[in-house]
């Protein structure tokens, strides 16, 4: 059975390993890291920089074999009302197996239930198929936006599809 907790410092190295190649990398955390590969110093430390105001909140997932997932939830309005989850991510050992969807629909829950959200946000990559289908599989919508975002990585410039949960 899947539980949450909050990230534990600890935590960072278990999940950093995961990311094998710069391209997954990037599909994970588009420019919010400067180089790869990640280290876990980097995570503690962007996420020390991020966390303000209890508005961030880092998640831990774990079941029988261990940690095998993570995410963050942080708040884009002043209200409170609209949560974004981030930095979505499961054991690469792990995937394919509907562990993603299991954890999404965990971070789900914990927006509306604990945080009183009314809608949860994310964005992700056009390139990056999987996770597109795990986040409609759990639920969300994609959106369009008065302006689309992109990034520009590895020479490419990559679109970034918002989706949202409402309850």
Not at 48 to 67: C, H, I, L, M, R
Not at 137 to 154: C, D, N, Q, R
Request: hydrophobic content about 35%; aromatic content about 14%; overall charge positive.
């Amino acid at each position: 059975m899947l539980k949450l907790r909050p990230f534990k410092n600890c935590d960072a190295e278990i999940i950093t390993s995961w990311i094998k190649d710069e391209y997954s990398f990037r599909q994970w955390s588009a420019d919010r890291y400067k180089k790869f590969p990640p280290r876990a110093k980097d995570m503690i430390k962007l996420y020390q920089t991020t966390d303000n105001n209890d508005s961030f909140f880092g998640f831990t997932a774990y079941d029988e074999k261990g940690v095998c997932g993570h995410f963050t939830v942080r708040f884009t309005d002043e209200e409170k009302k609209i949560a974004r989850l981030g930095f979505i991510i499961v054991d690469d050992n792990r995937r394919g197996t509907g562990l993603g969807k299991a954890l999404v629909t965990l971070g789900i829950r914990y927006c509306l239930e604990f945080l009183k959200a009314e809608k949860i946000t994310l964005g992700v990559f056009e390139n990056n198929a999987a996770a597109y289908g795990c986040y409609l599989s759990a639920g969300f919508k994609e959106v369009t936006l008065p302006e689309t975002e992109y990034y520009h990585i590895g020479g490419e410039k990559w679109k970034c599809i918002e989706m949202e949960y409402v309850k």
